[in-house]
């Protein structure tokens, strides 16, 4: 799988949050060959990172990309269904991110690992986030990424399990274009902060944008701040 620029972005845009600075364990769901788990355990050398990948080929490749890293000692992977995984678990997670699969209904590829990481029937996103809140510890934080069309209905999705969106970004390639996805960051909730909720108390989301190239087709501050650590060259 080839190793795109949003994922790369969002990568590090989690990575900047304090919340997942200062966790212990951190959850990567369907990790593909471990990119996500990589960039977080340069962001956090003492976090142990736990990479779920159902799909064999990219499992293998992020097993081998694990131990040729810096960091092989923090990353655990795992071969398997977050829904098996979660059934047998018994460890929480301050942090869990993820960058799902998101077609539905488009043309599939011939490629069957690649309808895999890429289409949404492998994973629903109900059971996705389902999954994910039974592995969230109370108050942790859950990092996604999904194309800007399909933003609001994780959203909705999340607050039926009790996750609130405290912070989104649009991205968008240059000004002139419209988002193309948006990162998201998700609270799981006291049983007390959803009631109050429901009654007067509605959390402020942090609503920013971020472009990745500027007029002169060049990386933009903002995505220089942010991919300054990660890419060889900026």
């Given at each position: 799988m080839k190793v795109c620029t949003d994922a790369c972005l969002f990568g590090a845009w989690a990575a900047s949050d304090q919340r997942l600075?200062?966790?212990?364990?951190?959850?990567?769901?369907?990790?593909?060959?471990?990119l996500l788990s990589l960039l977080l355990a340069q962001a956090n050398i003492n976090a142990t990172i736990t990479a779920v990948e159902i799909e064999p080929a990219a499992a293998t490749e992020a097993a081998s990309n694990f131990k040729l890293s810096p960091w092989t000692d923090q990353l655990h992977l795992v071969h398997d269904a977050i829904q098996n995984y979660s059934k047998n678990a018994n460890t929480l997670y301050d942090v869990i991110i993820t960058n799902p699969p998101f077609y539905e209904g488009d043309l599939k590829s011939p490629d069957e690992n690649k309808n895999t990481a890429a289409h949404s029937t492998a994973l629903p996103w109900n059971v996705l986030i389902e999954n994910a809140t039974k592995l969230i510890s109370k108050g942790g934080s859950f990092f996604v990424l999904v194309p800007t069309l399909r933003a609001y209905t994780m959203q909705k999705l999340c607050d039926t399990q009790g996750l609130q969106l405290v912070a989104e970004?649009?991205?968008?390639?240059?000004?002139?274009?419209?988002?193309?996805?948006?990162?998201?960051?998700?609270?799981?909730?006291?049983?007390?902060?959803?009631?109050?909720?429901?009654?007067?108390?509605?959390?402020?989301?942090?609503?920013?944008?971020?472009?990745?190239?500027d007029a002169d087709n060049n990386y933009s501050p903002e995505f220089i701040a942010l991919l300054k650590d990660y890419y060889l060259h900026l």
């Open positions: 600075i200062n966790a212990h364990k951190i959850l990567d769901i369907g990790a593909g060959t471990g970004v649009l991205v968008h390639n240059t000004a002139k274009n419209l988002p193309i996805r948006a990162m998201q960051k998700f609270v799981k909730q006291h049983v007390r902060q959803i009631d109050a909720e429901k009654t007067n108390d509605v959390i402020q989301v942090k609503r920013t944008k971020i472009y990745i190239k």
